[in-house]
């Protein structure tokens, strides 16, 4: 494994009734992030967070949340000097809200052994992530297929987005 990328997940439960906040947590909230660390040399891809579920309240706001459970997904990538085990360590924090909102902090931590067969995960964990995988982001393919125009409107701008292509599809903003 050394000199390569491994793809990690920080699993989230979230209790029957509650929510946590995708990247952008739309009107209120607060954004679900993570930390991470490693050895010298190692390095990490930015966090990829799976399509969210869109969450209208009695008052009118619009916020962007995972129910039931999520993950974020990022690469560790080795350095090819890389030697012994590489401890990865990960600090969460999220707010969980269902009448209320309380926020939340959590480390954890994996040690990677340099082997050249990893083991794997245990099924019922690979089922889990295969599901949140699924819901990642994907680019539409050939271009054309999606446009995108947008137009000043006095103080803020309108956005129009058209799917040429007959794919279901959900556009959330996203704040990068």
Not at 42 to 67: M, Q
Request: charged residues 20%; contains cysteine.
């Amino acid at each position: 494994l050394a000199g390569e990328s491994l793809e990690l997940a920080l699993h989230f439960t979230i209790p029957e009734g509650w929510h946590i906040y995708w990247s952008n947590p739309g009107d209120s909230g607060m954004k679900t992030e993570a930390q991470l660390s490693g050895p010298d040399g190692v390095t990490f891809s930015p966090l990829r967070y799976p399509g969210p579920e869109r969450y209208a309240d009695a008052g009118g706001l619009v916020n962007y949340v995972y129910a039931s459970e999520t993950a974020l997904f990022f690469d560790a990538f080795l350095p090819a000097d890389a030697t012994g085990p590489q401890h990865i360590e990960a600090e969460a924090s999220w707010l969980v809200c269902k009448e209320r909102c309380i926020a939340q902090k959590a480390t954890a931590s994996a040690t990677i052994p340099l082997k050249k067969k990893p083991r794997g995960i245990k099924p019922t964990h690979h089922e889990r992530l295969v599901k949140q995988r699924a819901r990642l982001p994907e680019p539409l393919g050939p271009s054309g297929q999606f446009t995108l125009a947008r137009e000043r409107d006095g103080e803020g701008w309108v956005l129009q987005a058209r799917l040429v292509a007959t794919l279901p599809a959900t556009l959330y903003p996203s704040v990068e």
